[in-house]
Nanobody
Framework: QVQLVESGGGLVQAGGSLRLSCAASGRTFSSLAMGWFRQAPGKEREFVAA????????YYTDPVKGRFTISRDNAKNTVYLQMNSLKPEDTAVYYC????????????????????WGQGTQVTVSS
């Protein structure tokens, strides 16, 4: 079992920045592939960013490329999502997810690849 706890959400004006954190426990963190997803009101959950176990491979959905950065600190069992130049359309509940790293350097964009989920943290961007 893996427990995930997100933090760092909040209310920010358009153009501002936030850094989300996700602390993991219960299993060797460095063996896990990690991802961030988000769900806006009335919409389905969507992929945002993913990172391989080593941190050597990352991937982003097009709308956040160049603005968001995913990273991880395996010594602290934590994955981060740095969000810059935020837009109102980034408003959503952001979820951290963890899954098995089946192949080195592989990242996963499907929610079905992740077995463990955090409770979510609200990000609201005002215009």
């Amino acid at each position: 079992q893996v427990q995930l706890v997100e933090s760092g959400g909040g209310l920010v004006q358009a153009g501002g920045s936030l850094r989300l954190s996700c602390a993991a426990s219960g299993r060797t963190f460095s063996s896990l592939a990690m991802g961030w997803f988000r769900q806006a009101p009335g919409k389905e959950r969507e992929f945002v960013a993913a990172i391989s176990w080593s941190g050597g491979t990352t991937y982003y959905t097009d709308p956040v490329k160049g603005r968001f950065t995913i990273s991880r600190d395996n010594a602290k069992n934590t994955v981060y999502l740095q969000m810059n130049s935020l837009k109102p359309e980034d408003t959503a509940v952001y979820y951290c997810a963890a899954g098995n790293q089946y192949r080195p350097s592989t990242v996963y964009t499907s929610s079905f690849s992740y077995a463990y989920w955090g409770q979510g943290t609200q990000v609201t961007v005002s215009s």
